[in-house]
């Protein structure tokens, strides 16, 4: 029973994050609140947060941030920005909103996780890999991903937040990184919103883009395999 206690005392902060985020996964899916997040029913999504007002923005940032916690995709609310407040002032609520997401989910990782999880895998080939990567090129490395997103958000956000890297490098190389990814997905919520632009072509516009970064991944992987061989081959 002590052990029991002390372990509870140990890692009371897991333990609250983890019961929270059971709660909302239950009330999310039992009340299956996750068909309001996606693109055919963003008018409803509209209708909701334009109910709060002036305060619809922090509403937005509100579930930036428990999205990116709980590592759900957060584009949705980026084109929500877009088609709630159009092109300018869409992109800077989406643009806030993802930068805040970002850096909870990352800081969430960080003092949560973090330590436990390099007494267990610290040695491991492919987080050594991760973390000399990272101390190389920085926030070079956070801004490559971010633009060439061939990982979801969600995953580099606690990739990132379980490796040494600063946090003002993670900082910097999100907050340039997704400024393509964000301009385009507000635009594409602005262009809906004015009826310039249908519902059938932006799943045919998504299709294009998974299928573009599924071609870099592969060439990606593919080129990174091929070097390491290569060096492998050279120095034998």
Partial sequence: MNKFFDFAKKHLSKIIFFVLATIFFIFFFAFKLNRFFNYDNVLAVKEFILKFSY???????????IFNIVCIPTLFFTFVS????????????????????????????????????????????????????????????????????????????????????????????SVFGVLPTTIFYVWLGDMISKNQM?????????TIIGISITFFAIIFFTSIILKKKFSSSTKT
């Fill in 82 to 173: 877009g088609y709630l407040y159009g092109t300018i002032y869409g992109f800077v609520v989406a643009w806030v909103g993802m930068t805040i997401g970002f850096m909870a989910s990352f800081l969430n990782t960080r003092y949560l996780f973090r330590k436990d999880f390099l007494a267990k895998f610290g040695s491991n080939k492919m987080v050594t890999t991760l973390e000399e990567y990272t101390k190389k090129y920085k926030g070079l490395a956070v801004l490559f991903f971010r633009v060439f997103f061939i990982f979801p958000y969600n995953f580099q956000n606690v990739a990132y937040g379980l490796s040494t890297i600063k946090g003002y490098h993670y900082l910097w190389g």
């Fill in 55 to 65: 305060f619809g923005p922090i509403l937005i940032f509100l579930l930036y941030v």
């Fill in 198 to 206: 249908g519902f059938t072509d932006l799943r045919k516009i998504f």
